[in-house]
């Protein structure tokens, strides 16, 4: 029993610090890959365009 309450008490924390650098993660993938998929997949379709961020070379 004890295990268990070690591993949920290490997730919970790892969870946390993980929410620090998930900002970071999303603005590197709109610039990366604007047109790819959803970040985060909870994120709901909102019926913006997602090609906003498309920097053209030509322009």
């Known amino acids: ?3 268990k309450q070690d591993l949920l008490s290490q997730l919970s924390q790892l969870k ?3 929410q620090s650098f998930e900002p ?3 603005e590197l993938a709109n610039f990366t890959r604007p047109r790819s998929t959803r970040f985060i997949a909870s994120e709901v379709n909102r019926g913006d365009r997602r090609n906003i961020l498309v920097v053209i070379e030509d322009a």
């Open 1 to 3: 029993m004890r295990l």
């Open 16 to 18: 946390s610090e993980r």
């Open 24 to 26: 970071h993660w999303r």
